[in-house]
């Protein structure tokens, strides 16, 4: 669906020389993924994003959207390419004097569609994003998260096969950003939509995204499957994302802080316990716990569903003999389990 090999970009300026906003970037982005592209404020993300569309040019590398090069493309061309990838951002850039159902409908204004069509798929647009019954409201009473409702039915109205997300959910509060993600990820299943999602916060690809790429200062760092990159992490800055998501490692701070918490006592054994594979299904801690003769005490824990599958882990307290933890240790070794022995009593 999209991709792109070797790109750079860079733009010149007069008074600060020339910024490389893009190095030798490598991405394919397949037909029905909701991909994740995270780094921080001036990795390059919305530059990226702008060159998909063909809101900015790129320099040197290709981009291929739909099997087609898109600085080959004629004026036909690219409207046509923007015309099939629809676009939301963090700010909603409603029109405050339309209704919605007149925000919604500008998109069609330069089509063959009569006025009465365009009304019709404006409103079809509404009720697919549950705003149908505020259609002749206007974007001052709505909240923040009613506009990107309206900002996304507006995207949707030439019939995209590609939806680009540059920061749509940054500026909302938590619940108001799940539900929204809840509504994309509602339109990838019934609408067969391909999803670029720009962000800064972990928590939205872990959310709703199949695949992830990390860019730092221009560069892709690190890319991958979400569960496999949530997992086992490679890029020092995509272990700083991952662990925004985490509480498990909060346990470091408690070790420092000599908290009775994570106190020991002779023949025990502080132990964190991570998911890094897909095939885990069984009751580790009571088999565990029954096989090795162990007392297992669960001091805390960060376990969520990723992908279909258990990501995070559990922080512990082994009591038992040495060697029956050692025979722990493997057994959780053979069932994909990461383990990292915090300390010992």
Do not use: W
């Not at 916060?201 to 790429?213: D, G, L, T, Y």
């Not at 106190?263 to 095939?279: F, I, R, T």
């Amino acid at each position: 669906m999209v991709q792109i090999s070797d790109l750079t970009k860079t733009y010149r300026t007069e008074d600060e020389g020339d910024k490389t906003a893009l190095e030798n970037v490598n991405l394919t982005i397949d037909r029905g993924d909701i991909y994740g592209i995270i780094g921080l404020s001036g990795a390059g993300k919305s530059t990226l994003v702008r060159c998909i569309n063909g809101l900015e040019g790129y320099d040197a590398g290709s981009i291929k959207v739909r099997g087609q090069e898109v600085k080959d493309l004629d004026h036909s061309g690219m409207r046509d390419l923007r015309q099939r990838t629809g676009m939301i951002f963090q700010h909603f850039n409603l029109m405050p004097s339309r209704t919605l159902v007149g925000n919604v409908e500008l998109p069609l204004h330069n089509s063959t569609m009569s006025r009465r069509q365009r009304t019709s798929r404006a409103m079809e647009l509404l009720d697919l994003v549950g705003l149908g019954e505020l259609s002749e409201a206007y974007p001052g009473e709505l909240s923040g998260g009613q506009q990107q409702r309206v900002a996304i039915a507006r995207a949707l109205a030439n019939h995209p096969d590609i939806l680009l997300s540059d920061e749509a959910t940054s500026a909302l509060d938590p619940n108001t950003t799940k539900s929204i993600l809840g509504l994309l990820e509602q339109l990838h299943h019934d609408l067969g939509l391909t999803i670029v999602m720009i962000t800064h916060e972990m928590s939205v690809v872990r959310q709703i995204c199949n695949k992830i790429a990390v860019i730092d200062q221009g560069t892709i760092v690190e890319q991958g499957r979400v569960f496999d990159v949530f997992a086992k992490p490679q890029a020092s800055l995509t272990k700083s994302f991952v662990a925004t998501t985490s509480n498990l490692d909060k346990v470091n701070d408690l070790i420092d802080q000599d908290s009775p918490i994570v106190h020991l006592e002779a023949g025990q054994v502080l132990l964190k316990m991570s998911y890094v594979s897909k095939e885990v299904s069984e009751a580790l801690v009571s088999n565990m716990s029954r096989r090795f003769d162990l007392d297992v005490n669960i001091i805390f824990g960060d376990v969520d569903v990723v992908q279909g599958a258990p990501l995070g882990g559990l922080v512990v307290k082994l009591e038992g003999s040495d060697e029956n933890i050692a025979q722990a240790l493997e057994y959780l070794k053979s069932r994909n389990i990461g383990r990292e022995v915090l300390s010992r009593g």
